[in-house]
């Protein structure tokens, strides 16, 4: 991948994508940079220099925090974003969920957004607790069922319906849970099993989901790149060679998502990239 | 001050490996419609030609002393104003220095010097202007607004003189120039209004001019911001194909560009009343991928370095052939109309150099774009110079019998557009 340098709104200077100041003139830098040309980006979501659209409202969001990142893209060809993620690295461990609500029903970007907030709020809570974490997971994995089947209130002849996948960090546990066929890697090895048959999912969050309960493995991991995605990345071949790219996460994240989007985007993409442990909060 | 918004009328989509992205962008300053009485600091000079031709017959010179009257009347209390009288050299009649704020008084003693003026001497327009420019000087802080009406021919200084002078005028001062007769040429009066952000017209009977000079000065006096510019921004890479006023009347502006940083030049548009006018912008950029989105222009309006209203021209590329067909309504409706003035001049130039074939053709198209704009005006006065055989496919014949104060007409009023039926009131 190119290395795509962030320039700071202040002093002009290049930086690295990841900094979070610049380090000429000691300015916070934006979040944001045009990915086609590094230049700022103007209120309006467009490149300052070249014009591209770096930002539609709900189109990307991308956000890093020490050791962790995620960026969700609408991808090339579907009109919206209904995919939706929770990301939580700031405590002593790691609460992450990413969601794809299903084309299919109604509602399927709130059906997401609910259920990611739902599960990750409880991971949030264990995480910067003492709770087991299965168990938390337990509750996670029911309280965004819950959530999202309350949306079925107005339109219960199509229930709005997503997949799920979270995973909860601390110390050497990593707990994943599942619905659906989105995906967790601990490096390159696949920790989750795609509830799917011939691209149609056979299990779900939302009121007319399968009665069976949501899939919870434990791993022990210690360090490695944990990574969350949609089946909008994992579709791609080519994007899931970047899986052991070295970077930071922003840089790996942004190259997953990039690899999707050049090899056509013709879903929503949906990728939570973390470096375990966390810089600076290392486990024991 | 007025306030301007701005609104994008564009179809934003784009075939693949397409690279020139249109809009039309309609800036309107405050939202009140009607005309009213500006309130800023205004400074006005009424140019009159007081050549040896004006007094043959001596109709034109007593109609233009007249209409020089009405004009000072209708002056708002304090607005400075000053006549000077324009032969092969220019004199201020009054006051004989700078400029005086408009009373009652000063009102009478103008028009006193007005009647004393007689017919004689040659025609040089750039030495009026010059001598305009100077007495503005003093009016800086004025919206400063001339009247220029002249006979004849500008024979007695070279085209180059001329422009040297329009060019140290350029952005001091708008003139609108009106031709009374028909022994003037519309190229020169239209290169002085163009020039100085004015309009152009042919005042064909002595008659008739008080009322228009009554009109040029209400629409003077309701300017409320002067020294308005048009500013665009275009992304790196981009180059501006044209930018161009269709509304009210076509005006290209794209060469009139200046530089404020890079990737951004303003338009000077002169002193803004409550009014709407339109601009169409082209503007090539560099193709993108399928689904990109490029912000190709943003829109602003500039007053004293204030930035106020403003609107964006977007691309997005798609291969969706459905939505990159779209022609907008606008956008066609402007370029329509731009074509018509072109075949206008055209045709009107091929019809005095005596090519038919090249006039019939022209003008046959002319009346086609006037039939489908509905520029009701602008067909009447090509029935003047052709008969209209069918508006539909442009089949005309030209006309032998033509007044040469109608084909004028045409030629000067050629760039008068009407907006997109149904869009505004």
Known sequence: MTATAFVCSRCGAATARGDHFCEQCGGRLAREACRACGAGVDEDGFCVRCGVRARAPGARLEFDVDGAAAVSDRGRVRPHNEDALYLDAGGPGVAAVVCDGISASTNAADAATRAAAAAGSVLSDAVRGDAELRDAMATAMRVAQAAVAQLAVDTPMDPPACTVVAAVWRADELIVGWAGDSRAYLDSQQLTTDDAEAHAVTRWLGADAPEVPPHIVATAAADGRLVLCTDGLWNYPSAMAELRASGPPPVVAGALVQRALDAGGSDNITVIVVELPLAGRAAA | MSRFTAETYQNEFLPVGAEEVNAVVTVTADGVAGPVRGTGAAAEIVIIDTSGSMGMPGAKLRAAMHATGVAIDNLRDGVAFGVIAGTHRARAIYPH?????????????????????????????????????????????????????????????????????????????????????????????????????????????????????????????????????????????????????????????????????????????????????????????????????????????????????????????????????????????????????????????????????????????????????????????????????????????????????????????????????????
């Open chain 2, 97 to 425: 220095r700078g400029l005086v704020a408009a009373s009652a008084e000063t009102r009478a003693s103008a028009k006193a010097a007005v009647s004393e003026l007689k017919p004689g001497g040659g025609t040089a327009i750039g030495k009026w202007l010059a001598l305009a420019n100077s007495t503005f000087a003093a009016h800086e802080e004025a919206i400063c607004h001339a009247i220029l009406l002249t006979d004849g021919e500008d024979r007695d200084e070279t085209p180059r003189e001329l422009a040297r002078t329009l060019e140290a005028c350029k952005g001091r001062f708008q003139c609108d120039c009106r031709g009374i007769g028909t022994d003037w040429l519309v190229a020169d009066l239209r290169e002085v209004a163009s020039a100085l952000l004015g309009t152009v017209d042919i005042i064909p009977e002595p008659d008739a001019l008080a009322a228009d000079f009554r009109a040029m000065i209400e629409a003077a006096m309701s300017k409320e911001t002067g020294n308005v510019a048009l500013r665009l921004w275009t992304p790196q890479g981009a180059a501006v194909a044209f930018v161009r006023q269709v509304s009210p009347v076509i005006e290209d502006l794209t060469a009139r560009a200046a530089d404020v940083a890079a990737q951004t030049a303003d338009y000077p548009t002169g002193a803004w009343g409550r009014e709407a006018r339109d601009y169409h912008i082209a503007i090539r950029v560099p193709a993108r991928a399928i689904g990109d989105e490029m912000l190709a222009g943003r829109v602003s309006l500039v007053v004293d370095g204030q930035v106020s209203g403003q609107s964006l021209i977007r691309a997005i590329w798609t291969d969706d052939e459905r939505l990159s067909t779209q022609i907008n309504r606008e956008v066609a409706h402007y370029t329509g109309q731009a074509e018509l003035a072109e075949a206008i001049q055209e045709g009107l130039e091929a019809r005095k150099a005596g090519d038919g074939d090249t006039a019939t053709l022209k003008l046959g198209r002319a009346v086609q774009l006037a039939a489908d704009g509905g520029n009701e005006a602008t067909l009447r006065l090509l029935r003047n110079v052709v008969d209209v055989d069918d508006p539909v496919t442009g089949t005309v014949r030209l006309r032998h019998d033509v007044d040469v104060a109608e084909e004028m007409a045409l030629d000067t009023r050629s760039t008068k557009t009407v907006r997109v039926s149904g869009r505004r009131p």
